[in-house]
Structure formats: structure tokens, C-alpha cells
């Protein structure tokens, strides 16, 4: 009996501490963050930076797609609502200061939509959409 008591706490434990870390952030941390770094600064010469730079996406017609048919985010191992969360949580943390006023969140169904189109000419995509940033300025 007692045994079994210990073992209901300890599972209620891991659920709280879970509960703590988990969701959105802990995806990032597991799935993202290798390349983008937790601070979203990126690998500078390889994997762009996240910080100041992605919620300028969504300021350009194309962009809002864009972020979900680039590659590592189309692909990524995670349910359609689990990357709608991340990618929110994303725009939260990183590009906040740079998000439009009618900034809508993801939606799960937008992003199982658009994942089914993942770009094939990613570089000229991105520098047509940093083109048309850097003008909008
Ligand atoms: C293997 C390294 C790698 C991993 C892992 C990775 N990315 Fe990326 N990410 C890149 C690179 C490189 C680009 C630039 C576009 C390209 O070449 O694919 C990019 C671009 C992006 C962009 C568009 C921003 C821009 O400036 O082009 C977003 C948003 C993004 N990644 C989100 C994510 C999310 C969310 C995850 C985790 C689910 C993730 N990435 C995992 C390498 C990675």
C-alpha cells in the first residue's frame, strides 16, 4: 500500500515538473534550439537569427507562409498544434517588438495546411522576402 502511495506521488511530481517545462518551450529546447540557440541569435554563417529578425517576416506579403514552409519548421517532428504553439511562442519571445498590429496566432489547421507545401528554393524565397523588408523600411 505504502508503495504504491510513493509511486502516485512521484508520478504526480514528474507531471507537475513537466508541466512546468514543457509545452512550446521545452519543443524549442528540444527540437530548434540546436541550430537557433536558445537565445534565438542563431549560428552565425549557417542558421539565421531568430531574435529581431523573424517577426519582420510577417510584415511582407509571403511571409506568414513562409515561416511555416521553411524547412525546419514543416519538417519538424511535431503535431500541427505543437508547431503552432512553438512558432507562436517564438514570435512571442523573439519578434515581439516586430509583429504587425493585426498579428493573428497560428492556427493548427493553417499549419498542417501550409507544412504539406515545403519550399524547395528556400534561399532565393527568403531573399525575395528580405528584399522586400529591407524596402518596406
Ligand atoms: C538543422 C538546423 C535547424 C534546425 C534544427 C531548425 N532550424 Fe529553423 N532554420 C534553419 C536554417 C538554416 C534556416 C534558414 C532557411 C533555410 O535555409 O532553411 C532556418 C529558418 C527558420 C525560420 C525562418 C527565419 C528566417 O530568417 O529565415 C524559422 C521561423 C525557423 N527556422 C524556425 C524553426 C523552428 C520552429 C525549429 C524547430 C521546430 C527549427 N527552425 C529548427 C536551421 C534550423
Sequence with gaps: MRGAAVVLLAAAAASVAAADVGGPALDY???CQGC???DG???PGSVPALAGSVGKFLRVPGGREYLI???GVA???LDDA???AVLNWILARFGNDDLP???SPYTPAEIGRLRRDPLTDVERVRRDLLDAIARSK
Design 41 to 43: 541569435a542563431g549560428t
Design 75 to 77: 519538417q519538424a517532428p
Design 82 to 84: 505543437a508547431t503552432a
Design 29 to 31: 529546447a528540444l527540437n
Design 101 to 103: 498590429a493585426d498579428f
Design 36 to 38: 537557433h540557440r536558445a
Design 69 to 71: 514552409r521553411v524547412p
